[in-house]
């Protein structure tokens, strides 16, 4: 059982916006810690993806952004492409790193 | 570029001890805080541990606390992870990761390695 929840499979056609939710508590994101997002291609390492809940790194596309409120953040992805069909983990911190159990991202 | 190679991993028996390296290069190793994240086979990302600039602190998940080790040789450039104990649930593919400098999460990650428990 993951500390922050998320939902297990997400899916859109290419072109539309999907979004994944990810739900803390009053111990994690609800007491101020941040959020960020990682995404997992098939077989390869999570690469970060969103930090601070809403930044991106140099090189992620700015199709990619998040957001956070209360105790709960989302990554949203607008134009899907076939290449973003990927795991997506969100992460914050509550005594030590602690993550969402990932959501399964599939292009139509 | 920043890089981070694991090693040492294998298949070991229930019980067993194994020692993982990540070497780390393209940035100033002994400045940054350190951690180890698992993934179980088709599971999720499970924080492990985690260790300070010149190794004086570390933090473990309850799930290793007493089983494992993190450590750091600041001069090779590397970071260590010694499993003693091991089970079945440790199975999965160890992650060697760098913690942001902005804090509270991991910007760069390693390629990973698969450990087995399993006799």
């Known amino acids: 059982q993951s500390v922050l929840t998320q939902p297990p499979s997400v899916s859109g056609a290419p072109g539309q916006r999907v979004t994944i939710s990810c739900t803390g508590s009053s111990s994690n994101i609800g007491a101020g810690y941040d959020v960020h997002w990682y995404q997992q291609l098939p077989g390869t390492a999570p690469k970060l993806l969103i930090y601070g809940n809403s930044n991106r790194p140099s090189g992620v596309p700015d199709r990619f952004s998040g957001s956070k409120s209360g105790t709960s953040a989302s990554l949203a992805i607008t134009g899907l492409q076939a290449e973003d069909e990927a795991d997506y983990y969100c992460?914050?911190?509550?005594?030590?790193?602690?993550f969402g159990g990932g959501t399964k991202l599939t292009v139509l | 570029e920043v890089q981070l190679v694991e090693s040492g991993g294998g298949l070991v028996q229930p019980g067993g001890s194994l020692r993982l390296s990540c070497a780390a290069s393209?940035?100033?190793?002994?400045?940054?805080?350190m951690h180890w994240v698992r993934q179980a086979p088709g599971k999720g990302l499970v924080w492990v541990s985690r260790?300070?600039?010149?190794?004086?602190?570390?933090s473990y998940a309850d799930s290793v606390k007493g089983r494992f080790t993190i450590s750091r040789d600041n001069a090779k450039n590397t970071l260590y992870l010694q499993m003693n104990s091991l089970r079945a649930e440790d199975t999965a593919v160890y992650y060697c990761?760098?913690?942001?400098?902005?804090?509270?999460?991991?910007?760069?990650w390693g390629q990973g390695t698969l450990v087995t428990v399993s006799s």
């Open positions: 393209g940035f100033t190793f002994s400045s940054y805080w």
């Open positions: 990761a760098r913690d942001s400098p902005t804090g509270y999460h991991i910007d760069y």
């Open positions: 260790i300070n600039s010149d190794g004086s602190s570390t």
């Open positions: 992460q914050s911190y509550d005594s030590s790193l602690v």
